[in-house]
Each structure stands twice: as structure tokens, then as C-alpha cells.
């Protein structure tokens, strides 16, 4: 069975001493009383939430998996999981980062960023039902009309309701502009909404006494395409004035899908059939409401392969120092035993390595993204607002994407180092492989993503926001350059800083003649793009740890950094040789090849 | 749900356009007579077994698994996979290539392996109950005993009974010199064998009278390690002296595992106690016959994946056709459907694309390597035998590991055209990734693979047999050097062939300085030759099809082979430039990381 321990210091390292986040709350009016103290100990019990109540779910829940009643509707999940939920409101866990008009917290996102990390370290499934109402709301708290947000922001803040996002329908996923479901007006100013949506994460459970769908549909004389899809809130059961509930609506399971990992989350089929819904937002507009909620999603899964990476890493260290196996190449090491652990073998090593140096990387951007957020949100001066916005719409498709075809790697090389025992459910490092797959497929496939940023966040500004990354690349680059001992984390982020520049430009000429070349270098620019983003925050990483033991801490912490650093550079960054080659390649290797496709 | 056709005419191709097999069949006296329409015969036949008979049970066997009643120690396997099983046996299937000396139909391995490819894209589950028995086959032939061979080998020939090979134990998978199963002679000249295996495939079933176990067990004077293990043959049920089924064996399954796949397969924990055994091969000599049995089930394993890569392509390539989705950036293609046919975009054909690019050169590599192994038993001249061993030698850990981590990404990316469908147990292809992933896991894990390639076969003979394989390359240079239609397929293998004889050399004198330094290097250095090995391949099909094309054949075969290749050179291959730059980077980065592991 697997274990899991809350990696803690390495958070706080990130936050405290490369970040500096609370520095920057200082700046921010709603968190500027927001220290390293407050955030240690909500993240340290966190942890405990993670570790003592999610974790100890999470196999059995793949196990048992969800359960559909098709007689009432209803969906059972896994033992414990309705009971673990309960304690989660309890704890106040659901209203970490919410508005205290709401009745929230109003901890920085950063906070809330860290805390879910563990939460799906711990259980992904489960964390997913929590998880998925985080998106309600923050699509409802922009969006919704003062008497919605009246009626559901507190109950998605307690945890007492949930929310899910239904976007998806048999026939469209990416191509929202295809959806089929209808939304009638009715006399009272609600409207009556029909169609059949699939894949609703969390979309029917018992956790809740309640269940807010928000629903994307079209009006009658809507135009085709995606502009003319509305956005409305359909709850499970209708809501009286007072807030208390009223009768069931028609909106309800009509199956459960049959999936390759997240077992203990329920992907439903939502039926809705002639269900009363009120507007989101204004007419047509649907698709920018719901972007709201998207973003956040693209973040959150992104931080769902960091906890997954993370964990898998914690368990094939653990097996690796363990097991013992052969004998190190280079001589004996453990003497006293008939062989070695397998942590000896150079390629053991580079396998764990690999997870450990994507978690912390991945750990890094995505704090990084939510101090971003918090920023968007919070700051006082508009233009870092809006600058902040701009960062994190373009770090957004790199944190959905890179982070998790890195997990997906990651958990797979965790599982190896298992061998055979990592194909066995026992071991748990299989659901591991198995849940971390989805997050490259849903909210928007890693292609798409890299198509967002590319063709829309890159070239679609003139490489603008990019630029502005580079600037912060190029601040650190002037700031360590004649620094000896940072040359070995610098010199790769300057070289690789100066080969996008010049192929981004390329690039955007080749894809104004011809559209294609866009899309055939998308993916591989994505993860160049990734490369240079972890890079910048090793160096970062490297550079904090340096200047601590150069001021004489002996923290064998830093070290530790510095030697996953080191690989870092020497083993993973290099990827971009080839990526930079393949995305020259260009699109005419692929495109000519109708006969080889027929 | 998904489709499946065999591939006939692409193994064609291979077999008689590009390697010539009948040509080379006129000096094995065996298969002297064995000409192409014999092979396309059954080929084409054996085609119809796989599509019609394995491939309706392979979500099904999926799905049901396999049942252990701990009363009985029976196992039941899926609805239909005994049946399948008696049609197997009956249309002859089991004897294909095995020695007409023991009812064996004699045809060459090549033959064989294409039969098995289909199999495996049918249904891998099923295909090991007698896949495994080819090797329990092939160590008898090779090491039994007059009196072993005529009781097991019609039986196994003809499908009658089944074989295993156990080897694992619950503490040993990788290094079998620490295996603690005891064998005490008898008096009668058998042996008494105790002791626990686990892992042990098609351990148990109810598709046969009998199963034959292959058990690795020490004597009681056996000297410690791998160098006092000794071989035995364990029957289910004993045999009498007239062939008949004596009384159980004291040899059961005690248990069944719980898989991340292969879930048709019963993947036994089996129990020895006091069974009765007799030896194969010499005392103490056990690894050396078993490895007989490891290097056809290497191959084998190497087929499983391109199976796998087959049919997830042809799911895929389907299902891109079908799935409309979007618009191509490059401007509407079906003006007739409210979007395009997702094979439009680049990244999907890209995906594709490299599934069938891991196909075909998986195909031209395995094809290569049966024709090595029937030379190597069959042909007149000793040293033609000899060179053909060592080669077949040298590319084993190839097939198995480049094929099998080239499987799992091809069925990952075809899975990933579906979007979320693809996670859908419904759909078929997250069984391909789950299947898939047990490939790079056993008979020797993909890292053990690269060991044995850079440790054992290329430094251990000083590149001797590495410099062999490099004439090929030389001799297709020379060849076609000044065919200026041939250069984009000649100049990549041509560069890479210069780089990794100098990095051998370089390897080989660091390895010897340091051990690490080549288990540092060994994974990067397996995928760079595999790269090299294919595209040798790739070239030679290209070869072909230019010639066939100038002398006016206008299949249009020859234009998608050559499209394929164009994609191969231009969007896989150049993974070597990043690989070798990995394998240089040393060991130290991986060695000196014990605070990063801490």
C-alpha cells in the first residue's frame, strides 16, 4: 500500500524563499496581513486532511468505484467518500480562497493552490468533487446576477452544495460551437432547457444535499456557432426564496461512464429534460463566462499531475531505497545483505529523478501562477492587474499541458521502477498511471492547449506577453551572468531564451503563408515553451539554494536542490534539441501524407 | 467498439519485397520449398483466426477476467477463451513452426511471427496461454531429454497442453540468483521441488488437460547466486509412461493477481509443495537453458507491443476520419458537415502517424530478426548459423525494448485522438495503453534490455557484432549514396551510424573507468540504436518503393511508404540528437544526487 507524506518544506521553500509571496501580499489589500506563519499552519493541517482523511480512499475507491440507481437517478460513492466530504466543510476546507462576502476565507489563491496539490496527491477522484465546485463558483462570483450569487455563492463556500460544469454533448467537445442544447425562455424570466450533455465530472453524487449545474445551451434565435451559446445555472433541486430547497428539477444521471482511471469520481450523462435554468451572464455570451471557469479548470489540472507526480515519486523512492535487487554495477554497496537496493542503478536513479525534478519544477510554476492570480484579482494598480492576467493566460496552457504530459511520464517511469509489482493494483502505483492519463484529455485535449498558446497567446499578440517572459528570463540571466557558480543553470535558459525568439518570429511568418505550419509546431513549441518556464525557476531555485549556503545554512536541503537542479539541466532540458528541430520540421511531412492515412 | 484488419499487405512487403524471404529460404533445407503464395496462404488464414475468433473476445476477456476457485486451485478463463482455444488447436495453429519430428507443420519463423503480430493486435490476453507454451517448446527442444521431448513436445506441438515458465518470486523478478525454490533428488532420478513463484502467465486455465511448468529451482548442494540454479519440468498433472494423465502434481495456484491489464491472462502466484520434477540441461546450468526460452519470449514481447501499435493505429486512424470537430486552420475541407473530419489537423495526423511509422518499422525489424532465427537453426554453413545468432543477439534487446516503449506512446497518442472517448473502456483503446504497458515490464524490464545491449552485446565483445550491423548500414550508403532521390533516407542513418561508433568508443573507455558511466548511458544509448535499426529499415523500404515507382508501378502503396518514411525521418528520428546528448551527460548527475533521494 502506498504512503504520503505532505512535502511541506519544499512548498514553503517555494513560497517563502523564491516566491516571496508574502512580500507581495503586502501589496495586495485583502491578503495584506497574510504571513509565512498563517499560511504554514493552514497548509501544515491541510496536509493532515490529505494525508489522514483523502489518501486512505483512494484505492478502495478505484476499486468500488461509483454506482448508479437508474431507477431514482442516484449515484452512490465509494464507501467513506460521502463521510471524508463532510468532514472537508467541516474543516472549512471548501472556503479556503473564497470571498468572505460569501462566507469565505479569503486566503490568497496560493494557499488554496498548495492545499489542493496535496488534496490530489491524496485522492484525485475524490478531490474532484470538491474541486469541480471551485469552477461554479468562480464562473458565478464574475458572472452571476446579485440575486444568484445570493442563492448559491454561500452554499458552494460551505461545501454544503456542489457545482459541475456541463459543456460537453456526444457529438461536441472541443467544438462547443456544435452543441445541441436548447434553452427556451419562459414567461417568469427563467428558461426551460433541453439536450443531453456527457463526460460531467462529479455531475450526480450523495456528498451534497444539492448539486449546481451550470449548463451551456442556446436560445432560440441564437446564432450558430459558438456565438451563440448562453450560459445558465440549472440546480439539481429548484431553490425557494427563502434558500431553502424546493422541488427536483429535470435535470438528473441518465448513466455513468465506464472510465479507464478516476473510478471513485462520477463521469456522468446528464439528462436534462425540459429543466428550469436562469441566465448566466448575457445572451450569446456564454462561452466567455464560462472561460472563467475553464481557466481555473486548466490550472487545476495541471495541479492535478503535481500531486500526482508527487506521489508516485514518494513511493518509488521509498520501493527503490527497499528493494533489493542485483548488485550496483560499480561494486557492492550494501554489504550485509545477499544484493543492493535498487536506488544503486544509475537508470533507477533517473527515473526517480525525472518525477522529483518535474514535481518541483511544476510546484514552482503553478505557485507562481496562483500569486498571479492573486494579483489579477487583488492588486491595486490596474496595469499589474491586467499585466498579471496577461502572464497567467499565457502560462495557463503550459501548466495544463506540460505538467501533465510530465505526470503521465512521470507516474509511468514511478511505476517502472516497481517492475512487475508496479502492474499490480495492490501496489497502487498503477491507478497512479492510470488517473494521471485524463488529466492530458480533458478541459481542452494538451493539443488545443498548445494551439491556445501559440496561435492565440503567442502570435496572436505579436509574442507580446512572451516577451515579457523573456524579460524576466533576461533579468535573471543579467543578475547571475557573472556568477560562476550559476553558469551551469543560466547559460541553457539564455541560449534556449535566444532559439525561441528567433522561432517564434519564424514561425509567425511561416504561419501567416499557411495556417498548418501553426498547428505543426504547436506541441512541440509547447513543450520548448515548458522547458524554458522550468528552467527559469531552477535557476531561480538554484540561486536561492547557493546563496543560502554561501551564507553558511546547512540545510542538506539545498543541496538537494542544487543536485536535482543539475539533473534537471543535464537529462530532461536537452529535450529541446530535438523539439526545436521537429517544430522546424514543419507541416508538409505531415499534411502530404493522404495516402499513407487512407 | 473497436475494428480490426490484418495488415497482409504490408507484411508482404516486408517479407517478400524488401527481404526476400523465399530467396533466402532456398539455402535453409527445411524451408527450401516455402515459397511466397504458401506464406500469403496462411498468413491469410491465420488473419481470419485473429480478426474472427481472438479479436470479438478481447474487451470481453477484459472485462471478466479470470476466476480462482481457492477450493479447486481451478481457474476459469473469459466466456469464449476456451473455445477459441479448441478451434486454435483444431485448425493447427499451435504447430505452425515446430518440428515435423514432433507433428510440428515445420514452416519458418517468419511465418510465425506474422501470425503472432495478428494475434497479439486480436487479443494479447488470450495470445499468451499459447504464446507461452512456444517457449516452454523451444527450451525442450533445445535441452530436454530423448524421453522429455517425446512426452512434452507432440502434446505442446499439437496445443494439446500448455507450458509456463516459472521464474519470479516474491522477492526476486530481475535478480533470479537470490530465487529460494529447493528441488531434493529422489531416489528414482526425479526431484522433489517446494517453494513459492509469483507473476507466472497463463499459470493456470481451464483451456487444457495439462500444463506444462518450466520451474527454476536450486539443488540442495547448489552453489549461491545464479550460478546454482538449476531447471525443471513440473507437470500439472503427471504423466504416465504411456502418455496418459497420471495423478495432480503437487504444483497449484494459490492465487490470482490483480493487473492494470492483460486482464484475460491469469497471472498466477503458484505453489510448489513437494511436487514431482524432473531436470532439464545440466545441474546448476538452469539460467542457460531458460534463457532459450527468455530470447524467444524477448521477441515475442517485442511483437506483443506491435500488435498493440497496429490496431490502436487502425482504431485511430477510423476514428479521425469519422469524428468531425472544428475547422482545418488552413480553411474549410467538408463545406458539406457542419465541421471537419479531426484528421484535418496536424497534431492528430502527427499522432497517427507515428503509430503507424512504430508499426511498420517494428514490422521490418521483427520480420529481420525471424529470418536471423531461422537461418540461425537451419542453415548448412556453421558460421552463417553463428553470425545470425549474434545478430539476432544483438537486436533482441532492441525488439523488446525499443518496440515496447515505442507501444506504449503509439497507443497513448492513437488513445489521445479520441479525446475523451478514449478514456471510455467502451472504445477499446485505453485497453491498448493498459495491455501495452505490462511490455515494457516483463521478461526483463526495458532498462535490464539496455544492459544487456550496451554491457553484454556491444561492449562485451568490443562492438564487434555492433560493427556487423553497421556494414549493413555501410553497404545500403554505398548502394545508394549518389541516388539524390534516396539522400533524405540515406543521410540521416549515415550520420547517426559515424556518431554512435564514436560514442561507443568513448562509452567503452569511460565504462571501463567507471561502470556507472554505461548503466548512465544504457536506456539513451538502446533508443539511439533502435532509431538506427529503423531507419535502416525505413530506408530500405524506401529503396523499394522509389524502385518500383520508376518502373512505372503506380500501387499506391509505394507512395504512402514512402510518405511514412518521409514523416519517420523528419518527426522521430531526430529524438537522437536530444539522446545522444543525454547518454554524454554522464553518471555523475545521476550518482551524486543521495540528498536529492535522501
Redesign the interface.
Known sequence: MPTYTPPLRDMQFVMHEVLKVSDEFKALPPHAEVDADTINAVLEEGGKFAAEVAFPLNISGDTEGCKLDKSTHEVTTPQGFKEAYAKYVEGGWAALSCDPAYGGQGLPFVVNQCFYEMMNSANQAWTMYPGLSHGAYECLHAHGTEEQKKIYLPKLTSGEWTGTMCL?EP?????L??LRTKAEPQADGTYKITGAK??ISAGEHDMTSNIVHLVLARLPDAPVGSKGISLFVVPKFKVNADGSLGERNAIYCGGL?????IHGNATAQIVIDGATGTMVGQPNKGLAAMFVMMNAARLGVGNQSLGLTEVAYQNA?AY?KDR???R???GTKAKDK??DPI?V??????M??TA?AYAEGGRALQCFCALLLDKELSHPDEKVRKESGEMLALLTPIVKAFITDNG?EAA?MC??VF??H?????WGM?QY??DA??N???EG???IQ?LDLLGRKILGNNGATLKKFGKLVGQLVEEEGVNEKMAEFINPIAYLGDQMTKFTTEIGFRGMQ???E???A??DYLRVAGHLVFGYFFARMAQVALREIAAGNTD?FY???L??A??YF??LF?????LM??AR???K?????D????
Do not use: W
Open positions: 460537453t457529438h461536441c467537445g472541443t467544438d460551437g456544435l456527457i463526460f461512464e465506464h472510465k479507464m482511471g523512492l527503490a533489493i535487487q542485483m550496483s554495477l560499480s545477499p544484493a536506488i542503478h544509475p537508470d533507477v536513479r533517473k526517480l529523478l522529483k503521465y509511468t511505476q517502472q517492475g512487475g508496479g502492474y499490480i493494483k495492490e498503477e498511471v492510470r492519463r485524463i492530458m484529455i480533458y485535449t494538451n493539443t498548445s499557411n495556417p498548418d501553426v498547428g505543426a504547436a506541441v542538506p543541496q538537494a536542490k543536485q536535482t543539475r539533473f543535464a537529462k536537452p529535450e529541446t534539441a530535438t528541430r521537429t520540421a514543419g507541416s511531412v505531415l499534411m502530404d501524407t495516402l499513407a492515412l487512407a
